[in-house]
């Protein structure tokens, strides 16, 4: 079992920047691969960056690409977003999530076995 716990969401103007955080507790959390997602409001769960279980390769969205880096730092089971040059169109909730030994495209879809509960982005313009 593994558990979840995103922070350093909160409310920035367009243009800035936030760190979101995933603080992972139970399992060892190098042998997971990391993904982030956002969900807008009335909207689908869409992908946005994914790390892949050997930390050696990540996917981005297209939407997000050059703009959002995935990072992990397994001393401390710990996984991050860095967002920058926000825009007001990302404003949502974001998750993150954790499944066991996966590396490849499959991340970008939603088939994780572990979800957090969320923290709220909102980007004013």
């Known amino acids: 079992q593994v558990q979840l716990v995103e922070s350093g969401g909160g409310l920035v103007q367009a243009g800035g920047s936030l760190r979101l955080s995933c603080a992972a507790s139970?399992?060892?959390?190098?042998?997971?691969?990391v993904g982030w997602f956002l969900q807008a409001p009335g909207k689908e769960r869409e992908f946005v960056a994914a790390?892949?279980?050997?930390?050696?390769?990540?996917y981005y969205a297209d939407s997000v690409k050059g703009r959002f880096t995935i990072s992990r730092d397994n001393a401390k089971n710990t996984a991050y977003l860095q967002m920058n040059s926000l825009k007001p169109e990302d404003t949502a909730v974001y998750f993150c999530?954790?499944?066991?030994?996966?590396?490849?495209?499959?991340?970008?879809?939603?088939?994780?076995?572990?979800w957090g509960q969320g923290t709220q982005v909102t980007v004013s313009s």
């Open positions: 139970g399992r060892i959390f190098s042998s997971y691969a």
């Open positions: 999530a954790a499944v066991r030994y996966r590396s490849g495209s499959s991340l970008r879809e939603r088939a994780y076995d572990y």
């Open positions: 790390m892949a279980w050997t930390g050696v390769t990540t």
